[in-house]
């Protein structure tokens, strides 16, 4: 059964009220110029008079709030809940927001509405018209959200939105597609170490794009020769023609309303054309042993593809006081001090030359309790002392 609506003229907006929830609402032929209005769940609507800010309303529930020939609102924000606003007659609202409501929806479902204020509808709001429905705008309206028409939109005045909007009837009007477009670098679009005639592994930057009037073009300047983006699907690949140092590349995208977006990105250097990667650096290797603990040694070689990464071959270059060895990648060491380990890859560096890199471990005894004069150690070497001095234990 359909809820009847609760109507309030202007001696109900500067009085207070409080409405079970959720209930519909109807504010109907007032003037709410520097009121305040909150529509709560609990609904409650509250103002104090002339000379206070314009009238902000708060929606905070699942109803519906009918504006009827309202003018004054300077802004609607959805709080809570999945609230519906409906508009009737002319009406003069400023900003309407998503402010953490799941939705909030903007409805002309019968007869003639007209908006003949600043009309803002911001992100995740959307405006629908529906069919039989008519809008009148002699004011200007701006759409960061969504305009749903399937009724007309009678424009006299300005309408800015993000996207096409179907159906506008310009009688002396404007309309204004505006872009929101934005472009997200992500390390996914940097390109990693390569060589001469060894093609990379393609690299999609399209999924960086949001918002926006499709289709996109996409351009880059920087890249290394032989290294290209298509034009229409925002792919990287190819490979490279010359050896080279690692660089930046900046990518642009240009969506159909002329608006454009760009990221940086990095590449790593371009190697000869026999196509070997060199190593550039061994990571994640320990820092700590503990005297008789046998330590595993590992490390993560950079970059990830290069040509020759495995095994890392592990020797002691200094044992400091540690007396430490080392079989296969098992460091063991003696007595606390620091080690110094080399790891080795062979042919890493250059096909002909090994890369190397040093590393310091510090070697520390294991952790035992203290119990101070009455521990046992102590005790037993008490015992010992006073049996060899010919002593007797004191009972």
Same mark, same amino acid.
């Given at each position: ?33 520097? $009121?305040? /209005? ?15 800010? *314009? ?5 905070? @529930? ?24 409906? /508009? ?6 400023? @900003? ?25 509808? $911001? ?63 992500? *390390? ?17 930057? =399209? ?5 926006? =009037? ?30 080279? *140092?690692?660089?930046?590349? @900046? ?28 190593? @550039? ?15 595993? /040694? ?86 010992? /002392? ?6 007797? =234990?004191?009972?």
């Amino acid at each position: 059964m359909a809820r009847a609506a609760t109507q309030l003229g202007a001696s109900g907006l500067s009085a207070t009220g409080v409405f079970s929830s959720p209930q519909d609402f109807e504010c109907v032929d007032d003037v709410v110029n520097g $009121r305040i /209005l909150s529509i709560y769940a609990p609904m409650e609507t509250t103002g104090d008079g002339a000379g206070n800010p *314009p009238l902000g309303i708060v929606l905070q @529930t699942n109803g519906t709030v009918t504006l009827n020939n309202v003018i004054g609102v300077d802004h609607i924000n959805a709080t809570q809940g999945n609230p519906t606003v409906k /508009l009737k007659g002319s009406n003069s609202i400023g @900003t309407i927001s998503l402010a953490g409501a799941q939705s909030l929806k903007v409805e002309v479902t019968d007869g003639i509405a007209t908006n003949t204020g600043s009309l803002n509808i $911001r992100t995740g709001v959307t405006l629908t018209i529906t069919s039989g429905a008519t809008l009148n705008n002699s004011g200007m309206i701006t759409n960061s959200g969504t305009i749903d028409n399937t009724g007309t939109i009678d424009n006299s005045g300005k309408i800015y939105s993000r996207n096409n909007i179907e159906g506008i009837t310009n009688t002396g009007g404007t309309v204004e597609i505006i872009s929101m477009l934005t472009f997200t670098y992500s *390390p996914d679009y940097d390109i990693p170490a390569s060589a001469v005639s060894m093609a990379i592994v393609s690299i999609d930057v =399209k999924p960086g794009v949001s918002e926006g =009037k499709t289709p996109y073009t996409f351009a880059a300047v920087g890249l290394p020769d032989g290294i290209t983006i298509d034009p229409t699907t925002g792919i990287i690949s190819g490979a490279p023609t010359t050896e080279g *140092p690692a660089g930046t590349a @900046t990518i642009t995208v240009t969506d159909d309303l002329s608006a454009t977006a760009e990221i940086t990105i990095t590449y790593s250097a371009v190697g000869p054309a026999d196509g070997f990667i060199s190593v @550039t650096g061994i990571t994640g290797v320990p820092t700590a042993a503990v005297v008789g603990t046998p330590l595993t /040694l590992t490390g993560t070689v950079k970059p990830d593809n290069a040509t020759n990464k495995t095994p890392i071959i592990w020797t002691v270059t200094s044992q400091g006081t540690t007396g430490a060895t080392i079989t296969g990648n098992t460091l063991t060491a003696a007595t606390a001090g620091t080690v110094k380990v080399t790891a080795t890859i062979e042919n890493g560096l250059t096909p002909s030359i090994d890369y190397t890199k040093d590393f310091d471990i510090t070697v520390r005894y294991p952790s035992t309790s203290s119990g101070g004069c009455g521990n046992a150690g102590f005790g037993a070497a008490a015992l010992l /002392l006073a049996a060899g001095l010919g002593l007797k =234990k004191r009972a």
